[in-house]
């Protein structure tokens, strides 16, 4: 069993930077690899980025790669997202996951999400 626990969400202006964080119960958690997705209003849920167990691969969504980047602490159980150069299309709620890759079907575990909102 892994239970997830996001943070940092909030409200920023387009341009701007936010740093989310997912804070990970569980024994398993330095074994597995682990995604964010994302969900805008009226939209279906979407890949954002993923990460290895180690640390040593990632994976991005066309959307947001060269903008977001996923890390990882396993001695603190916490998988981190850096989001620069927001954009208003990037306003959604953001989920952490785990135990899968670039597929939402692949991932057991989900957190409650957090709110991201980018103003223009």
């Known amino acids: 069993q892994v239970q997830l626990v996001e943070s940092g969400g909030g409200l920023v202006q387009a341009g701007g930077s936010l740093r989310l964080s997912c804070a990970a119960s569980?024994?398993?958690?330095?074994?597995?690899?682990m995604g964010w997705f994302r969900q805008a209003p009226g939209k279906e849920r979407e890949f954002v980025a993923a990460?290895?167990?180690?640390?040593?691969?990632?994976y991005y969504s066309d959307s947001v790669k060269g903008r977001f980047t996923i890390s990882r602490d396993n001695a603190k159980n916490t998988v981190y997202l850096q989001m620069n150069s927001l954009k208003p299309e990037d306003t959604a709620v953001y989920y952490c996951?785990?135990?899968?890759?670039?597929?939402?079907?692949?991932?057991?575990?989900w957190g409650q999400g957090t709110q991201v909102t980018v103003s223009s």
């Open positions: 990460i290895s167990w180690s640390g040593g691969s990632t």
């Open positions: 569980g024994r398993t958690f330095s074994s597995t690899s």
């Open positions: 996951a785990a135990g899968g890759w670039g597929r939402i079907n692949e991932y057991h575990y």
